[in-house]
């Protein structure tokens, strides 16, 4: 009888789950990683310290924010890492997805009818959410500002939202502009800068750049008014020659013709600036002493090795174009602002360009009273700016506190019904996912969730649309009314990305990881050991 040789197809070491054993992995892992942030949603929401592994420490309770700063190693984990670096609730949203699907898989419900079943389900959510929502424009500061404190809502920012929020909205509407009918808003025009040492409340609004630099120079004006400005990202240095090259000298009096050369050269750079009629330089290279001592001597303000970033900010800001030869510049080519100023904030000095006409970029200096503080505020106010922006941009708003949602889901399960076969059951738990957002709100303020669900189920059905909860009397309140308001943007992007990953890893049936391969043994030098050969282990 011949003995049948086993085939291997896969490297040794290799790791694979196939069927049920595959689906209830990734399910698991998915599950995990929305457990992680779920207990952060909401004003009552917890923060979570990570400690990294250079020791560093970031306190917060921003979901996108744990999740990149975790190191998520599972592969359908990483998939809705992936997914939440736009939002948190996705993350919710998907783990919850995730997890009744497996309850309809227990069913022996196949994962291709139920991934239908979501789909379906996500095209009917995003057509009732656009029927929901509310109108908002530009002119609708009351809104607008509510938006951004319902987004700073439960994020270390909650003493100074109120001012946190104008401050937001100010900003986003200096660096808005029309094109044709829609909105154009590129987050990149607004600045945050961070400074521990000061409060909160102390945060600015800045029209024009914050630059990290000081001026080159101390006897330089310490602030200069109606700032007539030159950007420059070549070096105020003599270049050196591209090849090594030696110069032959046979007196002192060649020496001293060379300094003196090399001298006016300096000399000549200091005054063709002055002949601009420049009195602010921001170089994106070095600046030499001998032209920091004329630039200063002429009472021109000068700070060198400015980031590009900050310089295409400056452009945008004061209108001055950047130059790389002070041959071929004109005054045309200046920017303006109405004060540029060094301020010492801490221990640290700082260029302000304020007063900038018609900016379009500005920059917000965040203020806290440590570091860690003043991390979480700038995520804070980064999420306000996406929600305005996002607000502004699609047009269309909805409430918050969970309304949203608790209508959704009950429209969803009146589409369920229209629905034939297993895949009526799909949509319907679709629909019950769906309501993990006012379920998880209620549990991170201590109360009783389904009594919750409940209230909030029935309020719905006598056509309260934006009927949420208030997690803090733990009543039901119209959400509109209290000014808890949410970019549509938001809501429409949680369903369609956490249904689209959630399919995604339910149709995997197989998973295949490779053994990381083991760095192969340093061969020690010839003439050592066993004639330059590994030892035996």
């Known amino acids: ?92 949203l998907a783990g919850e997805l995730l997890k009744n699907a497996e309850e309809l898989l227990d069913k022996d419900v196949h994962p291709a009818i139920i991934a239908r079943g979501f789909r379906l389900a996500a095209i009917k959510a995003n057509e009732i959410l656009e029927n929901i929502s509310e109108p908002v424009s530009e002119k609708d500061d009351k809104m607008l500002k509510q938006i951004a404190m319902t987004a700073m809502t439960g994020k270390g920012a909650e003493t100074s939202k109120e001012k946190l929020s104008e401050i937001t909205v100010k900003a986003v509407k200096d660096v808005m502009e029309k094109a044709g009918n829609g909105i154009v808003i590129d987050k990149d025009n607004i600045k945050l800068e961070k400074k521990a040492g000061g409060r909160v409340d102390e945060t600015e609004l800045v029209q024009g750049i914050v630059l990290d630099k000081e001026r080159v120079h101390a006897t330089m004006p310490k602030s200069v008014k109606n700032a007539r400005i030159l950007l420059l990202d070549s070096a105020l240095e003599i270049k050196d020659t591209t090849t090594s090259a030696k110069i032959k000298i046979k007196n002192p009096m060649q020496m001293q013709t060379f300094l003196d050369q090399e001298e006016k050269m300096l000399k000549d750079m200091a005054e063709k600036i002055a002949k601009l009629n420049a009195n602010v330089v921001f170089c994106q290279k070095g600046i030499d002493d001998a032209v920091q001592h004329y630039l200063a001597k002429k009472g021109i303000y000068a700070a060198r090795r400015v980031k590009e970033s900050d310089m295409k900010a400056l452009t945008k800001a004061t209108g001055a174009s950047i130059v790389s030869n002070l041959d071929s510049v004109s005054e045309k080519e200046l920017g303006k602002a109405g004060l540029v100023e060094e301020v010492k904030i801490g221990d640290d000095s700082m260029t302000f360009v304020r007063e900038c006409k018609n900016p379009k970029s500005v920059t917000i200096l965040v203020k806290g009273s440590t570091k860690h503080v003043v991390d979480e505020i700038k995520r804070a106010m980064d999420d306000a700016i996406g929600d305005v922006s996002a607000a502004l941009k699609d047009g269309r708003v909805v409430a918050g506190a969970g309304s949203t949602e608790i209508e959704l889901a009950r429209q969803l399960r009146k589409f369920s019904e229209s629905l034939s076969g297993r895949e009526q059951l799909a949509a319907d738990v679709f629909a019950k996912a769906i309501e993990i957002i006012p379920k998880t709100l209620a549990e991170n303020a201590g109360l009783d969730s389904i009594d919750v669900l409940t209230e909030l189920r029935a309020s719905h059905d006598k056509k309260q649309k934006w009927a949420g909860i208030d997690v803090f009397t733990g009543k039901v309140i119209d959400a509109w009314h209290k000014g808890i308001i949410e970019p549509l943007k938001i809501k429409t992007q949680a369903v369609s990305s956490a249904s689209e990953v959630a399919i995604m890893i339910l149709r995997i049936d197989d998973v295949v990881a490779g053994s990381k391969k083991e760095a192969m043994p340093q061969m020690p030098p010839q003439g050592m050991g066993m004639g330059g050969m590994p030892p035996m282990m």
């Open 1 to 92: 009888m011949n003995q049948v040789q086993p085939i291997f197809i896969l490297p040794e070491g290799t790791q694979r789950s196939v069927g049920r054993d595959a689906q209830r992995t990734n399910i698991m892992a998915a599950k995990i990683v929305a457990e992680t942030v779920r207990t952060t949603l909401g004003p009552k929401g917890m923060d979570k310290m990570i400690v990294d592994s250079m020791g560093d420490v970031t306190v917060t309770n921003d979901g996108v924010t744990i999740l990149e700063e975790m190191q998520i190693e599972h592969p359908s984990a990483k998939m809705i890492v992936e997914v939440a670096k736009t939002q948190e609730d996705e993350v919710g």
